[in-house]
Every structure is written in structure tokens, then in C-alpha cells.
């Protein structure tokens, strides 16, 4: 959390908790944002009685629903005004300091938004499940699979597959094992009252973890990492078309897999391809300058 103040000067800054709006229905990224304000107000020496005439701009993983942003807004906060935004939003107005052209998060989730001659357009961010085609967690899960499909003899084995089934137990009903594992403890009840466990599996983390032991197969040049290099650029050619295809001059990459991969995005998209200018957290800044300078 960042309290800056009219000139976007960094008066203070910590660290706070969840900020998700999909767990628990957003209580957690409350309590975490009730907690920092407390705590950045007191790091920047100034009496938290001035929130009231503090205006605030979030910027929410899982903030793809409008109604799960307008019931966070909607909640009692301290201070003058409040707006919530996706974080795709502060990450925009951060990587191309509050102009206008295209931003891809490529991280363990993915994303896409850009605003062209002021329209705002979306794409992606829909979720582990359902979308994220970008990011490293979906990459990791294809690997993994790529990976139990090598040590069954149906595709190409290579140092990078085995050394991926020896990081999920060496053999693939340890992977299997490991990809059911979920720390929950949660249960299903069925419709006629009988109770199930919750096949939950791994988080998208778990699988963005196997990011490492890619690219380090991928500096090595194994064959499979270029597979699955192959996968992940046509994934991004699709977000590349989609940005082209509604006019906007320059996508800005952030998140660490688009990062790692920037100088091959370099290669093959040119000058259409951009690092961020500042972090998520000024784009929040700058955002809430644009809502509220007039107040």
C-alpha cells in the first residue's frame, strides 16, 4: 500500500495482505487494506484521523466482476472517496504512465486491457480454470502434463521432462498424487446429503513454480522448453492481434514470466512491445489523481 500525496510523491509505503475480491468474498483484502492504511498512515507520520480527506484507489486481483468491485466500494471505509479498479487497471496506467496503448500482465495469472482514443477494452483474466492462456501457471500445468506424457512414452522425452517428474516425486503416480494435493481440507455434500472431497488440486502457483526449471532447461537448449516456448508465443500472438486489431500502438509488458521472455517478445514484435514505465502501485496513484484532482 502507497499514501502519495497531489503530486504523486511517495509519502510512505508498506506491505499488507490478500487482495483478492474472490476469497471469502473480498473480507480478507478488507482486512488487509484497514490494517496498511493504519499502518502507512503511521509510517508517513500523519494522524489517521486524515483519511477523511484522503481519497483511495485500489487496484484488486479478482476484480474482473463489476459486482464484486462495486461491493468492495460499497464497504465502510475512512476515507473521502474510494474507487476500485481490476488490478489489470493500475497496471495499465503504471506501465504506460497514465496514457494511452495496450498492457499485458504475464505472470502466474494473465490479462490483457488497453484504451484506444478513450474506449477502454478487456480481454482475458478470466481465471486458472476458464482463461489466463498467457501465464505461467497454465504453461506449468501444460509441462507437467507434456512431462507424465513423456515418462508414458506417448511424446518426446528430454532432460527438461524428467526433470520435471523428478520435481513432482519421480513417477507419475507421485505427479498424480501431487497434482490432487490441496492443503483445504475441504468437503463436498452432495444433493443427497452424502459428503465427497473437494478435488481441488493444486493452486496456479503450484504450476507457475515449474517456471524456474524451465527456463533453465530453455537456456540449455532442450527441445521440449522449446515446445514449450512455442505454446506460450502462440498464446501472446493471440493478444498481440487482438491489440492490432482495434488500433493500439504499444503493448507493455508486465508480470515476471513477460519480463524473462521480453527479449524474445522483442524479437518477434519489434517496437510494438514495451517495458513498463512504472509499477502497479503509482498507476494506482495516478488513477486516483485522475478520479478525484478535482475534489
Given at each position: 500500500?502507497?499514501?502519495a500525496n497531489e503530486n504523486l510523491e511517495t509519502l510512505a509505503e508498506v506491505k499488507n495482505g490478500r487482495s483478492n475480491l474472490q476469497i471469502d468474498n473480498g473480507e480478507p483484502a478488507f482486512k488487509a487494506i484497514s490494517d496498511g492504511t493504519r499502518d502507512v498512515f503511521k509510517a508517513a507520520g500523519i494522524d489517521y484521523a486524515e483519511t477523511a480527506n484522503t481519497y483511495a484507489c485500489f487496484g484488486m486481483a479478482g476484480g474482473r466482476m463489476d459486482s464484486a468491485r462495486d461491493a468492495f466500494a460499497a464497504r465502510p471505509w475512512p476515507f473521502a472517496g474510494v474507487k476500485v479498479y481490476d488490478d489489470i487497471d493500475i497496471a495499465h496506467a503504471g506501465a504506460l504512465g497514465g496514457q494511452e496503448g495496450g498492457v499485458v500482465i504475464i505472470g502466474t495469472g494473465s490479462a490483457a486491457m488497453s484504451i484506444v482514443d478513450g474506449k477502454r477494452h478487456q480481454a482475458g483474466g478470466w481465471g486458472f480454470h476458464?482463461?489466463?492462456q498467457m501465464s505461467g501457471a497454465i504453461l506449468?500445468?501444460?509441462?507437467?502434463?507434456?512431462a507424465v506424457e513423456a515418462e508414458d512414452g506417448l511424446?518426446?522425452?528430454s532432460p527438461l521432462t524428467r526433470a520435471v517428474i523428478a520435481a513432482l516425486g519421480g513417477d507419475n503416480q507421485a505427479a498424480m498424487t501431487w497434482s490432487f494435493t490441496t492443503d483445504l481440507g475441504l468437503s463436498l455434500t452432495g444433493n443427497e446429503g452424502a459428503e465427497d472431497q473437494a478435488l481441488i488440486g493444486r493452486a496456479p502457483g503450484e504450476y507457475g513454480k515449474l517456471m524456474h526449471i524451465l527456463f533453465e532447461y530453455m537456456d540449455k537448449g532442450d527441445p521440449v522448453a522449446d515446445k514449450m516456448?512455442?505454446?506460450q508465443m502462440g498464446s501472446i500472438d493471440t493478444y498481440v492481434n487482438w491489440f492490432k486489431g482495434h488500433g493500439a500502438g504499444v503493448m507493455a509488458i508486465?508480470?515476471?514470466l513477460g519480463q524473462r521472455l521480453f527479449p524474445e517478445l522483442q524479437k518477434r514484435y519489434g517496437d510494438f512491445v514495451a517495458l513498463p514505465k512504472y509499477e502497479p502501485l503509482h498507476g494506482a496513484v495516478i488513477l486516483a489523481r485522475q478520479n478525484f484532482a478535482s475534489n
Open positions: 500500500m502507497r499514501l476458464i482463461g489466463d506449468g500445468r501444460e509441462l507437467a502434463r507434456y511424446v518426446e522425452a516456448l512455442a505454446i508486465v508480470g515476471g
